[in-house]
């Protein structure tokens, strides 16, 4: 796919932070390693000279990034890369997104995403969705795994765009956190919009977007609980910063939670564990589920009771 250049310009406003954990931290689709390739690469300067990463900022310095932009109407690539597929018929598909997987290309992912994967299984999903799409009609942060909606055709799309916009498709997540709620389920309804503070992070304000989670717990360890959680709203990190709001956020989760894990778990431990639709041309309800992950089903047979 072809790259455009967007310049961003920044006053900075912290003094002895290194440069690039600065940036990192203002940027929400950057993180600290595509900054200190655009460092590297000559297109990050401070007062109009060159600066390392390294670079101690005192407050007060201008900043100027030039990132690279994606083209959505480029055609994405396919790529032979493998799915597991839970569910298909001739209009709709439900894949099973690995953690560490990027949905849709973007600075620092213009390949090896489940868009290419998703173009190189159905080609002819090409022919009818927008390039950069590929018929996949919702999204899963890059360190989420689980199930991930395709349409085939598009009349499928069509339908699967209306079911999501009018809230009639269910998402159920599993989810492990720090400490032990105060009560065996619940609602958050508490609007999210972007920290000002800190751009990675989406956070609750009076502003903000609505935003309604329930959760309700599955079982509780001597200091974790795992939750069961279906967001009825579609906001940026909901359920991250919705956990992390009511004071139990998401373990292996450092945007949200502590800095220092008590875990050596390389990804978060959230999964989209099941998804039920209405089929787009029958309307007949479907339910496809997915398997916790190895790695996450492991941690829970080693935490103590």
């Known amino acids: 796919m072809s790259e455009s250049l967007e310049i961003r310009e920044i006053v900075a406003s912290d ?14 689709d950057l993180s600290r390693a595509q900054i200190q390739a655009l460092i590297r690469a000559g297109r990050v300067t401070v007062n109009g000279a060159a600066a390392r990463a390294s670079l101690r900022l005192e407050g007060g310095e201008r900043i100027r990034v030039q990132v690279p932009v994606v083209d959505e109407s480029a055609k994405p690539e396919p790529e032979a890369i493998p799915l597991v597929v839970l569910y298909e018929d001739e209009h709709v598909a439900v894949v099973d997104k690995p953690a560490g997987m990027v949905v849709h290309p973007a600075f620092g992912h213009v390949s090896g995403t489940l868009v290419n994967a998703v173009l ?31 349409a085939k055709t598009p009349p499928a799309l069509e339908s699967l765009r209306a079911q999501f916009k009018a809230r009639t498709i269910s998402k159920r997540y599993l989810a492990l956190v720090e400490g032990l709620p105060q009560t065996p389920d619940g609602v958050i309804d508490a609007p999210i919009g972007r920290d000002a503070k ?41 359920i991250r910063a919705h956990l992390a709001f009511m004071g139990h956020p998401v373990v292996g989760d450092t945007v949200y939670g502590r800095r220092r894990q008590p875990f050596t778990l390389k990804r978060h431990f959230l999964h989209a564990a099941s998804i039920t639709f209405a089929h787009p041309i029958s309307g007949e309800p479907i339910t496809v589920e997915s398997p916790l992950p190895a790695a996450l089903q492991n941690l829970l047979d080693k935490l103590p009771r």
């Open 198 to 238: 800190r751009r990675k992070r989406m956070a609750v304000m009076r502003d903000g977007r609505e935003a309604i989670t329930e959760f309700r717990v599955v079982e509780l360890f001597a200091s974790f609980s795992l939750l069961e959680v279906w967001p009825k709203t579609g906001r940026t990190h909901q």
């Open 15 to 28: 003094a002895g932070e290194r440069l690039d954990k600065y940036l990192a931290a203002q940027f929400a």
């Open 120 to 150: 190189s299984r159905w080609p002819q999903i090409a022919d009818f969705a927008e390039p950069g799409r590929a018929g996949i009609v919702h999204r899963l942060d890059k360190e989420t795994s689980g199930v991930i909606l395709i």
